[in-house]
């Protein structure tokens, strides 16, 4: 009876370590990491590279989904405006690949910034048209003030 049991307990051992439940962690956990249940970037150099993040046809799709109506409109569901290098930055609620861009020929009226974690997959982002603006993705009052602030440095910088 004990052998039997013993032999139970190795198999159910050797059942959870092929699925994956009892491997150790090949790379280091994000910051604010807690779950397995996390989405985590492919590719490990994507990790390091926000512009291959910013490509990723994952983030794209879902960033497509958040627009609905709106990303008919090509500089915003394809962003194909004119943007600087997307480059991580910490916010008040973690660290976040910021993505700045703009309707071409009309960068100071219409323009964007939004904050991806590829760690879980969010995306906040602030859309700033002629006629007002609009958050994208339900950012909670921290991450909405970030991505005000983080618009004001990207489009309205002040002079020195």
């Not at 492919?42 to 879902?62: C, E, G, T, V, Y």
């Not at 861009?101 to 974690?117: A, E, K, S, T």
């Amino acid at each position: 009876m004990r052998s039997l049991r013993r032999l139970l307990l190795v198999g159910a051992w050797g059942v959870l370590a092929s699925t994956g439940w009892a491997r150790e962690p090949s790379e280091p956990a994000a910051p604010g990491h807690t779950g397995s249940d996390q989405a985590e970037p492919q590719r490990p150099a994507a990790r390091k590279d926000p512009a291959a993040l910013i490509a990723d046809q994952r983030f794209r799709r879902n960033w497509r989904l958040l627009l609905g109506a709106h990303a008919s409109e090509p500089w915003l569901g394809e962003m194909n405006g004119p943007a600087r290098a997307p480059r991580w930055v910490n916010t008040s609620s973690g660290r976040f690949v910021l993505h700045a861009f703009c309707q071409p020929h009309g960068c100071h009226d219409n323009n964007v910034v939004l904050l991806y974690n590829p760690y879980d997959g969010r995306i906040h982002g602030l859309v700033h048209r002629a006629g007002g603006a609009m958050l994208i993705g339900n950012p909670p009052p921290e991450v909405a003030l970030d991505l005000q602030r983080l618009w004001l440095k990207e489009w309205r910088p002040q002079p020195r």
